[in-house]
């Protein structure tokens, strides 16, 4: 099976850099982006149930969520294993598509606030 992964140019003064297991964003930039904006990463453990993070922008900070890929069902999962009537999606398209529609929610590491945002403008690095 092939998998795509989706990238997409946002203005050009936009610097991002990448340092092992997360994404960063210059301060200065994070204001030219909007929240809701993201990409889709290969996820720095290499696990093959695990391929991908999709790390999104919400109030200045990063979230990065695991995208897990299910080898009985050949579809792509968001977050931690274990979880009742999960999203499963058949495609990366598929589920950027469902999550600039349907909110996604997001969980602060530290202090485990839930936030809710839809996706928005993707990112290119």
Known sequence: ???????????KMT????????F???????NVL?????LIRYSSDKRPHQPYTLAVLYQQKVY????????DSQGYALGKEGKKNEEVFSSLDEM???HKNNQILLIDSKSQAKHTANLTQPVRY
Do not use: K
Not at 1 to 11: A, D, E, K, L
Not at 24 to 30: D, E, K, P, Q, R
């Open 1 to 11: 099976m092939i998998h795509s992964v989706i990238y997409f140019t946002i203005p």
């Open 24 to 30: 960063f964003l210059s301060s200065v930039y994070l």
């Open 15 to 22: 610097f991002i850099s990448f340092l092992p297991q997360l």
């Open 64 to 71: 990065n969520i695991p995208i897990r890929f299910l080898e």
């Open 96 to 98: 950027i598509s469902y």
């Open 34 to 38: 909007q929240d809701g904006a993201f």
